[in-house]
């Protein structure tokens, strides 16, 4: 097994928008993180994944970058950040930093010249096309509703936006372009970072006379997927940037691949084909969606869960290295999910994170997933912030006529804002977040479910997390072992083995609140055990049968 840092570490996401405003104008800020990388650095993690702090109109909180080597007023400075990685580094604490290239904001100067004219320098740093009879292009959806493609008066053509209209493409097949972006990424990797998490970096190559997308919707749009989703020369670019930028370095790389298999992972991230070193898959983000997507809520089983898990751990052995994450910026929260954010909201979370620190990969920690926050639910449209989901309210409640009821219980299910409400300090106004009138409402537990609460507590999910934390650095299976999955077709506990080196571990969780029986297969041999973690006190000597309680987690080291 091929030894890396970034396979020994633990990511520790940063939404600097919701984490801590050092400033009072009820934005989280740099100076903010900066006060809180002692917290940090006491839950024991080893990376800090920043989510965009560029320059930025803020169409989409970051995503839409008007300049990658400014920092955004609202964030603080140049210095500001520049201390911040001081600090992390002090700490013995790596940063990586997110890199947007699929698309800038409209308001960077290399669309403001690309607009203005078709023999503009800059006009083919972006996908321009002619409409067809004052109609789009194609047919492909934006991502944040309506169609990809918006005209522009000036030259009478459509740019191409798979997100936001503040979101135009950028145009990969253009050498100059991809050159300047290497250049700004030498740029940043020269001040010290650490390495990028890559934005949804598999649909930089579209397929040539971008087709129609094939299965329409009721809106009219396909999502075109099929013609940009690791389109025909998306391996070309990150084997050129992988030659020309990140192989100069000591770094480690995740990009977002929305779509994309473990067979498909595995171009991305073997070793020899020298792209990346992880992805972000979907495929369990996508359990709960039906056929109309994110927001067509749907059941999901726990053999459907073990199976993607399964899946993506086996594939990729001894050929890849897998990225662990239960939630980002964009995805609810795992303990109202995957869990039970009411009555077992302690102990589901704390089982959660057990299987996320005991698969092999990387696990990845989404702010104030250690201390168990939840989901939110506003009760007005316009208390919700995020662009994706107004977006898609105005289409099919204002424009359309979708249930009102129906769209906001998929809203509390699966909006954005979710994730993005603040993250809880403590108990007093606004969660200790800001003094000022923060950017977003907060979540109304933070009074129960807050970090003050949670380092008081022994037994909190914060400690748990620690805890996991340090097994993992102890203890080289959790990081290197193969993953062997038991009980395949049960529907209430997932459990599996890790082996490396003679090194075993035993991982076994009840996923719900009903009390299962867990048996252990006579032909697992051991001579001794040893409970490592629990989510509670655990008295019996044996392990063959155990009654697990609501959520139980349980994991044993075997020799
Ligand atoms: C994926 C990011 O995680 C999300 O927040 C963003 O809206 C889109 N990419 C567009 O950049």
Redesign the pocket.
């Known amino acids: 097994m091929n030894k890396k840092w970034w396979k020994e570490a633990v990511v520790y996401q940063i939404y600097p928008r919701s984490f801590n405003d050092s400033n009072g104008d009820g934005i989280g800020d740099l100076r903010g993180v900066i006060e809180k990388v002692d917290y940090l650095d006491k839950l024991g993690i080893d990376v800090v994944w920043l989510?965009p702090v560029y320059e930025s109109p803020n169409d989409?909180?970051g995503?839409?970058i008007s300049d990658y080597q400014a920092i955004m007023d609202e964030f603080g400075t140049m210095m500001d950040w520049e201390e911040l990685l001081e600090a992390l580094h002090d700490r013995g604490i790596k940063l990586i930093m997110d890199l947007?290239v699929?698309?800038t904001s409209d308001e960077h100067k290399w669309f403001v010249e690309s607009r203005k004219s078709k023999d503009n320098l800059y006009r083919d740093y972006y996908i321009w096309r002619p409409g067809e009879d004052g109609a789009p292009p194609n047919n492909w959806r934006s991502?944040?509703s309506g169609s990809a493609w918006d005209y522009d008066e000036q030259t009478d053509e459509y740019y191409l936006h798979l997100?936001s209209s503040k979101?135009p493409d950028l145009n990969w097949k253009n050498p100059n372009l991809r050159q300047e972006i290497y250049k700004m990424m030498t740029w940043w990797l020269e001040k010290g970072i650490d390495g990028f998490r890559m934005?949804?970096i598999n649909m930089i190559s579209k397929v040539e006379g971008l087709p129609d997308g094939e299965e329409v919707g009721e809106d009219g749009y396909a999502s075109g997927g099929e013609y940009f989703l690791n389109g025909p020369k998306v391996h070309d670019y990150l084997q050129e940037m992988n030659q020309e930028v990140l192989s100069k370095y000591d770094i480690m790389t995740v990009g977002?691949t929305p779509g994309v298999t473990p067979k498909q992972g595995i171009k991305y991230v073997a070793k020899e084909r020298k792209e990346l070193d992880m992805v972000f898959q979907f495929e369990l983000m996508d359990i709960d969606s039906g056929e109309g997507g994110k927001w067509d809520l749907a059941d999901w089983k726990l053999t459907e869960l073990k199976n993607i898990i399964s899946k993506w751990q086996i594939g990729l052995e001894n050929q890849g290295w897998n990225s662990l994450y239960l939630n980002?910026?964009?995805q609810p929260r795992p303990v109202s999910r995957f869990g039970d954010d009411d009555k077992y909201r302690v102990e589901s979370a704390k089982m959660l994170a057990t299987m996320n620190h005991t698969l092999q990969g990387t696990p990845y920690i989404y702010q104030g997933e250690e201390i168990g926050m939840t989901n939110v639910e506003f009760d007005s449209i316009t208390d919700y912030e995020d662009?994706?989901t107004l977006n898609m309210y105005q289409e099919r409640v204002v424009e359309g006529n979708k249930d009102r009821e129906e769209v906001m219980e998929a809203i509390y299910a699966k909006g954005?804002d979710n994730a993005r409400t603040p993250m809880h300090w403590d108990n007093s106004e606004n969660a200790g977040f800001t003094d000022g009138k923060p950017w977003i409402k907060l979540n109304p537990n933070y009074k129960e479910i807050n970090v003050e609460n949670a380092l008081d507590n022994p037994d909190s999910i914060f400690y748990y997390y620690q805890k996991l934390i340090k097994l993992r650095k102890e203890n080289p299976v959790f990081v290197y072992g193969n993953y062997q999955l038991l009980l395949e077709d049960d529907e209430n506990i997932y459990a599996y083995l890790r082996n490396y080196n003679g090194q075993r571990l035993l991982v076994i969780l009840n996923f719900f609140a009903k009390e299962v029986k867990f048996e252990l297969s006579d032909n697992i041999n051991f001579a001794s055990k040893e409970l490592l973690i629990s989510n509670y006190e655990v008295n019996e000597e044996q392990i063959s049968e155990i009654d697990l309680r609501p959520y139980e987690a349980r994991v044993y080291k075997l020799s």
């Open positions: 989510n989409d909180n995503y839409d947007v699929n698309h991502h944040f997100f979101q934005d949804v977002e980002n910026h964009d662009i994706e954005r």
